[in-house]
């Protein structure tokens, strides 16, 4: 029975161009076939996937594609401050998509100014408005929420919004927003939680800072902002508030943008200060207080260094928690079913091909452990995983070297090893480094400075260097 059933939903979708294993001699040595015909025919579903971001549609969508029987489950936790969104994970509603429309909004504040010196005469005097912005903004947000319930039909995906959970072998509860529970059943599992921000766990913070998740419908203006953090959502959000004209403070524990190329994350920072950014280095918040209610309110925050004993003090009117953030894998019952979690980062580990210590249970996206937090890394992880589960074939995600640009609005992409890195895995004198200062074309007329624009490249001196552009 199982046999006739899939074959009969394999020849039905002619279109597609994925070549069926069950004809393919490789598939039966390859152990795939097998695999396929192990399928449990008495669950609901072959595919249950938990969190519908990134990773979640994109494996949902193919696996649905392949002809599989598939469910999603996705439900978002308002943030402390009461903020939730649509469907589509963090990319789309409170990460990537607001904040490179935001990054634009600070980018055109930039191009106003040198469009002068193109010979545009603006008689008006020029301010932004930051609600006509998250208006506009949310509204495209929207539109992106109900194109993925579209595509999730069209494709005959069955979404649930609700919370998932496993509470045995091969079965979730799924609790809506109204707290009414249904249970459901599949032979294979995917989780793609993602992740979210952290709190500082001191006195004030979840009463008065907002987070990433708040800031992109923020129904009012921010004011004055302090940002705590270091990393990409801190720098990026601190960088287009200074790029509307807000008055901005970044602080910061120890280093900027850990993990990336210190030379060149210090190169980010110059460039933010010369828009305005204050930098406070080497101080964590210890307080939060509410001198005054409003939109925005103020705050009073208390420092202190984490070099020695001096501490500080500060008023914004907002106060912004870009901390890192914490994998959603705490409250989805892993443990009745015996899903290994790393305790200290809540991550989970798979192998190659994204399989959990339970071998019917996989994961894909922000919540894998040791890999890069990145939208396409995500989206191509879960897309490769339904092929190899349900369309017999083996390409494996490629994790490594994937490129990444941090928005501050300054662009800085980069790709491979940071130079501290490729130091520790080659030696320094193994390496060469080429570098240059560079002026874009459009920033020549607009008189913006010939000394911002950098670029280097990291060779190891036994590969080629012969494609070298700096050469
Ligand atoms: P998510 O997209 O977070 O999706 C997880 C989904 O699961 C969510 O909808 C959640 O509500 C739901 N969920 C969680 N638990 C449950 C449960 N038990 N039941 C049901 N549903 C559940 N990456 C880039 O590549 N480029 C960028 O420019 C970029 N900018 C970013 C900016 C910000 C401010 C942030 C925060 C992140 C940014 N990222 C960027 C990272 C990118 O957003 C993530 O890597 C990506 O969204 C991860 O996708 P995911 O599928 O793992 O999880
Ligand atoms: P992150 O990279 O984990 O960085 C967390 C930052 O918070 C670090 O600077 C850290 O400082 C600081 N911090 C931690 N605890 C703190 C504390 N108690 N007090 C003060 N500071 C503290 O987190 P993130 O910036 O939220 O980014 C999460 C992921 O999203 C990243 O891995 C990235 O891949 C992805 N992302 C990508 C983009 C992009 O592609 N453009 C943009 C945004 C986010 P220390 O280093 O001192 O600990």
């Not at 305005?276 to 005054?292: A, C, S, W």
């Amino acid at each position: 029975m199982p046999i006739k059933h899939r074959v009969q939903r394999k020849s039905l979708k002619t279109s597609h161009t994925v070549s069926s294993p069950l004809g393919n001699p490789q598939a039966h040595q390859s152990g795939v076939l097998q695999k396929l015909l192990q399928e449990d025919p008495a669950c609901d579903y072959d595919l249950i996937v938990i969190g519908c971001g990134s990773g979640g549609l994109s494996c949902a969508q193919e696996a649905a594609a392949l002809g599989r029987r598939v469910m999603v489950l996705d439900l978002v936790v308002p943030s402390p401050q009461g903020t939730s969104w649509g469907l589509g994970g963090t990319c789309v509603n409170v990460g990537c998509i607001p904040k490179k429309l935001m990054h634009q909004a600070a980018l055109l504040g930039q191009a106003l100014t040198d469009s002068r010196k193109f010979g545009w005469e603006c008689s008006q005097q020029v301010k932004h408005n930051w609600e006509t912005m998250t208006e506009a903004i949310q509204k495209h947000v929207g539109s992106l929420n109900r194109s993925y319930q579209r595509a999730l039909r069209e494709k005959a995906v069955a979404y649930v919004n609700s919370y998932g959970e496993f509470v045995e072998h091969h079965k979730i509860k799924a609790t809506n927003g109204k707290g009414q529970e249904t249970y459901y059943t599949a032979a294979k599992f995917v989780i793609a939680t993602g992740e979210r921000p952290r709190y500082l766990g001191i006195q004030g913070d979840k009463e008065y800072c907002i987070t990433s998740d708040d800031l992109f419908s923020l129904p009012y203006c921010p004011g004055a902002t302090l940002v705590v953090g270091g990393s990409s959502v801190a720098l990026e959000c601190a960088g287009f508030l200074a790029g509307l004209g807000l008055e901005v403070t970044v602080m910061v524990s120890s280093q900027l943008l850990q993990g990336f190329d210190q030379e060149m994350a210090e190169k980010v920072a110059s460039s933010m200060q010369q828009l305005g950014v204050r930098f406070l280095r080497k101080f964590v918040p210890v307080e939060v207080q509410q001198l005054e209610k409003g939109s925005p309110g103020k705050l009073k925050v208390v420092a202190k260094s984490t070099e020695g004993t001096e501490m500080i003090e500060g008023l914004y009117n907002t106060v912004l928690l870009a901390i890192g953030r914490d994998s959603c894998t705490k409250k989805i019952g892993l443990e009745k079913i015996g899903v290994k979690v790393n305790e200290k980062t809540g991550k989970i580990p798979v192998n190659d091909v994204e399989q959990s210590s339970v071998p019917y249970v996989y994961a894909v996206g922000d919540v894998v452990e040791g890999q890069p937090e990145l939208m396409p890394v995500a989206v191509q992880a879960g897309r490769l995983l339904a092929r190899r589960l349900f369309g017999g074939r083996l390409e494996k995600c490629d994790y490594i070297n994937a490129p990444t640009v941090v928005f501050t609005p300054l662009e800085y992409g980069c790709c491979g090893y940071a130079e501290e890195k490729a130091v520790e895995v080659y030696r320094k004198e193994n390496l060469e480094v080429y570098h240059t200062l560079f002026w874009p074309l459009e920033w020549t007329v607009a008189c913006r400075d010939s000394n911002t624009c950098y670029a280097k490249i990291i060779y190891s001196k036994f590969d080629n260097q012969v494609n070298c552009p700096f050469r």
